[in-house]
């Protein structure tokens, strides 16, 4: 088997395990070398795979939309690759990327077991805040909680975060002790940041997401 063939074949076998019609297949041309990105596993068939399949159902909408068969897709795998690794081929200009884990994002031990919260992305991380600010209902003022990082384990967690009390943003770390599930004491320590003195700056860390 060629390389082309290689890669057409981890391409077929992707596109059929996303239900695509194996008719398709016939309007598919892999090429490029069989190995780009380096690793123990076949990410560079994975890439060229994912970039045909996605491909492939971008013709087939067209094609069923006016009874045709679908135009030719070509894949190189090194383009594929490309793109897989994309983050790694620009460098921003007047901004930073961001850190590419979320720090409230991981892995949390509870009584009867683990919890993975996935906050790396916007939306996912918005529905982590309003569940716990719904936890903390009641409050006579109009909170707002942006969480900055959540650690800890067992029956103690320690969280930071910026609560927003009618528009005034102030800085919180929580103390939370629970037992059975729930949280039986709560310690909360407020301040505004400043920045260390010389004689601390080398071992100060800043706050997640804070240039201060």
Known sequence: MTRAEELSDVAARVWNEVG????????????????????????????????????????????????????????????????????????????????????????????????????????????????????RGGHPAERHFTILRIRGGGDLWVSECVITYDGAPTYSVSVMELSDDLVTHETQYFADPFPAPSSRAALAEPMPDRDR
């Open 20 to 135: 695509g019609a194996a008719d398709f297949l016939g309007v598919l041309t892999a090429s490029g070398p069989r190995a780009v990105l380096p690793s123990h596993f076949d990410v560079t068939g994975l890439a060229t795979a994912s970039v045909a399949a996605a491909t492939l159902a971008a013709a087939e909408f067209p094609a069923g939309r006016n009874d045709t068969r679908p135009a030719p897709v070509t894949v190189d795998s090194r383009q594929a690759c490309a793109a897989f690794a994309a983050e790694a081929r620009f460098s921003p200009v007047g901004w930073e990327l961001p850190d590419i884990w979320d720090p409230i994002a991981g892995n949390y031990q509870a009584r009867d077991g683990w919890i993975r919260l996935h906050t790396n992305y916007a939306y996912h991380r918005t529905a982590v805040e309003r569940l716990l600010g719904a936890q």
